[in-house]
């Protein structure tokens, strides 16, 4: 079956990094976009970046522009987000998500448009 499952969450120091990772299991994982949503408590899981299936676009929410990267290592079923400068808004419950359309160049923000999500893994910001 599908399946995602995310790690590397854990306690940063604000101004700090970490990365994320997802593996990825069940279906052929380059055939589809990825995507990285995120939910902190008693708030809506917000979309904080997304990847095409071939790793040639990437889309990311305005407020981690230049701090945070998402990239895809279709040979380890693998995506991750590198989060940089780390601000305390940042803390959440991260979540992976499996893009719906095979082959899909376009990077959507929308959580309709992921059919597999992964269990999630928590980053807490400390300032």
């Known amino acids: 079956q599908v399946k995602l499952v995310e790690s590397g969450g854990g306690l940063v120091q604000t101004g700090g990094s970490v990365r994320l990772s997802c593996v990825a299991s069940?279906?052929?994982?380059?055939?589809?976009?990825m995507g990285w949503f995120r939910q902190a408590p008693g708030k809506e899981r917000d979309f904080v970046a997304g990847?095409?299936?071939?790793?040639?676009?990437?889309y990311y929410r305005d407020s981690v522009k230049g701090r945070f990267t998402i990239s895809r290592d279709n040979a380890r079923n693998t995506v991750y987000l590198q989060m940089n400068s780390l601000k305390t808004e940042a803390a959440a419950l991260y979540y992976c998500?499996?893009?719906?359309?095979?082959?899909?160049?376009?990077?959507?923000?929308?959580?309709?448009?992921?059919?597999?999500w992964g269990q999630g893994t928590q980053v807490t910001v400390s300032s």
């Open positions: 990847i095409s299936w071939s790793g040639g676009s990437t």
């Open positions: 069940g279906r052929t994982f380059s055939d589809y976009p």
């Open positions: 998500a499996w893009g719906a359309i095979k082959y899909s160049e376009y990077v959507s923000p929308t959580a309709f448009s992921y059919d597999y």
